[in-house]
């Protein structure tokens, strides 16, 4: 029988909206892990890495992601439909030497980054990982930092993914997260697999017992604070958009300090400063919108994160930003809409026209956001059927991880994700079948069964074993 997903506690989450990583474990015997090790040294030693073909090749790897505590810990973070994504690799570390400090790239495209949980990672060991085996190290509460001048190989505070063979990171996919040396000189392995949200919260996805945000027992962070920040992302996977809204009493001197401390040289007073400016109703978005356009394309992305929060008031200023001719700018606002939902609605039809701007980037930004303001108005999934045949292959992608936020309000783009199969790119492939499922059509599930038989992939069939046994 199936165990339901052992959900996260409020205090677990509370320490990833804070830190952006959990250290959990599953429960599966030594001989399983050992069983896996095991295959995976016979793959990479006989095929090398079998890149996104991991989960087909090794098979008890799908029996780790079927867990309850794995299911629960991603359901508690991406809601209850979240999408396994197409791009996984498996990492092999057995150098004395650390890896540098990075967050993950969307594999060389570009886009602004998520406060919000929309993805996340999960990195796996499926083998005993101490400290001098070189597990995987995350600089805790970096998440939503754009740069590196905080973490250095000498910072203080790094957290690492030890323990016993099933201890996995399940990380905010923005962390900055680096490979430790490996002291050992033995083969440490490690499963990285990326997971997004299909539908923006409307109430707690985890075991909530408390309404408000507080944060976490003995949090102890090495670079700075965001409370603002983390009540307003706590409120958001509650389901509730805009919660900052006119939350403060109009003080002149505190917004002149805010609006000013918004240029700060220092990213954390930076973004701290955006995020309380969006309390401070209509003259805190009058700050945040003139910031917007600031000719310092920091302190524009920035404002734009505050804007992301401050409600329904921020809808018009961002809009018009969408006339703007730095392309920057047009994609911080954006971005800024999407994160606002339906409060944005009005502004749908000004982010359709954008999608035959000339600038690729800023089309593929509005593709996104009118997946995540979820509108399944006809501007809006005409404009993403004509996104699949983009001449840029990210506008193609991201159309396709739209498509699937709409569902089968999206039925009539089934024709052309059947198209968009035959596309040249992996992603674009893996998205339009994403997309399928989740339209879910009779026409749609035919369309996706026919391509899965044709695609069929043995899974023991190999250079050594290429037909028998």
Known sequence: MNQPPLLLTDEQMRKFITEGFLILKTDFPESFHQSMTAE?????DEEGNPGNNLLPRIREIQQVFDSPVIQGALTSVLGPNYMLHAHRHGHYNAQAAAGGWHKDSYWGY??????????AMIMYFPQNTPIELGPTGVMPGTQNYESRAFVSDEAAGEAYASGEAGTFALIHYDIWHRST??????????LKFEFMRTEAPIKPSWDNQAAEWQEPSGLSLPIAFHETLWEETWNWLSGSVGSLAESREENSAKLNELSEDLAHSFEPTALNAAYELARYGKRGISALIASLRHEDVSISRTAAYGLSVAGADAVEGLTAALADEREETVCHAVFALGELRHLAAPAIEALSQLLTHSSAAIRSAVAETLGIIGSASPASVDGLIACLSDEDVQVRFTAGLSLSRLGPA???????????????????????????????TDDAKNILIKSLFNARWCTTTTPATPFYP
Do not use: C, F, T
């Not at 596309?423 to 674009?428: F, G, I, K, L, Q």
């Open 410 to 440: 999206a039925a009539s783009a089934v024709p052309a994700l059947e198209a968009a199969l035959d596309d040249e790119n992996r992603y674009v492939r893996a998205h339009a079948l994403e997309a399928l499922r989740y339209i879910g």
């Open 181 to 190: 040396p490996n002291v050992l000189g033995q083969s440490r392995y490690m």
């Open 110 to 119: 570009s886009r602004m980054r998520n406060h919000h949980p929309w993805w």
């Open 40 to 44: 995976l040294k016979k793959v990479y």
